[in-house]
């Protein structure tokens, strides 16, 4: 199983990003979905995360500026960074917990990585 992430950059502050993230390989099902995020000297931590539901949990630092998003067809989520502040500035993570068989157990799957800089 694979994680791409992809929509990475530097980006001025106020100004928008789109992140995706596509799961690959041999998957049965995929639980929940997430984006976290891991700036220097600070440790990793959630960012957002949606459900196959869609139900939709949200650090408080970016709530009504992000929105996460998920096409089950496509294994794939997306996040939608609006208003973006140099705070902002980290490493996101995709994260995936999937099974990948009808008999296997939910693991957790992570990407390599997308370097966001918000900076002017």
């Known amino acids: 199983v694979q994680l791409q992430a992809s929509g990475g950059g530097l980006v001025q502050p106020g100004g928008s990003l789109r992140l995706s993230c596509a799961a690959s390989?041999?998957?049965?099902?995929?639980?929940?979905m997430g984006w976290y995020r891991q700036a220097p000297g600070k440790q990793r931590e959630l960012v957002a995360a949606?459900?196959?539901?869609?139900?939709?949990n949200y650090a408080d630092s970016v709530k009504g500026r992000f929105t996460i998003s998920r096409d089950n067809d496509k294994n794939t989520v997306y996040l939608q960074m609006n208003s973006l502040k140099p705070e902002d500035t980290a490493i996101y993570y995709c994260?995936?917990?999937?099974?990948?068989?009808?008999?296997?157990?939910?693991?957790?799957?992570w990407g390599k990585g997308t370097q966001v800089t918000v900076s002017s």
């Open positions: 949606i459900t196959s539901g869609g139900s939709t």
């Open positions: 390989g041999s998957i049965f099902s995929i639980n929940d």
């Open positions: 994260n995936a917990v999937l099974r990948q068989t009808i008999l296997s157990r939910n693991m957790d799957y």
